[in-house]
């Protein structure tokens, strides 16, 4: 018995990207202007941007992230490394300037995220005094309805012994 083998067609390999330097740059000052760390839909924003400085160029958002990465990651090192040496002023070209921001932002995050837990906590102890004011004022309110219903109760009674009075007579 003959079995034929059926192929599927090659799954077409992914097309390796070269950045180029210029291409870094584009991307470093989108990174920077956009800061998709914290919103990641601007990574697709970011690539159409990237892709758009050179025909034939194409690239999403996770070849963009990953390359910020790969360029941020090895910057951090060395800033570190640098930081630890005798202090030597060094001079920086537009790329390194670039990175030195992003990663200052990213390390302001930080106190960005405790800046936002202060709101919300402040924001929960508002809310709780809120609700105790609700409470104390339902509770006012039912005080001030079981008046009404003692006052209405007395009413009547006083008009029933008038009644029975005016009957007597």
């Known amino acids: 018995m003959y079995v034929q083998k059926i192929h599927s067609p090659p799954v077409a390999a992914e097309k390796?990207?070269?950045?180029?330097?210029?291409d870094d740059l584009v991307l470093l000052r989108k990174v920077l202007a956009r800061y998709p760390f914290k919103n990641k839909s601007a990574w697709n924003e970011i690539a159409l941007s990237v892709?758009?400085?050179?025909s034939n160029f194409q690239v999403d958002a996770r070849r963009v992230r990953e390359r910020s990465h790969l360029l941020i990651d090895p910057h951090k090192k060395t800033n570190a490394e640098s930081l630890?040496?005798?202090g030597?002023?060094?001079?920086?070209?537009?790329?390194e300037t670039l990175l030195d921001e992003i990663l200052s932002f990213r390390n302001s995050s930080g106190n960005i995220v405790g800046y936002l837990k202060e709101i919300n906590e402040a924001e929960m102890v508002y809310r709780r005094q809120e609700l105790e004011v609700k409470k104390q004022q339902l509770?006012?309110?039912?005080?001030k309805i079981q008046l009404e219903k003692q006052e209405k109760f007395k009413n009547w009674e006083t008009i029933n012994k008038k009644k029975t009075l005016m009957l007597e007579l």
């Open 84 to 86: 630890k040496s005798s």
């Open 51 to 54: 892709a758009d400085t050179r």
């Open 139 to 143: 509770q006012l309110e039912e005080e």
């Open 16 to 22: 390796k990207v070269r950045f180029q330097p210029k």
């Open 88 to 95: 030597i002023d060094e001079e920086y070209e537009e790329k």
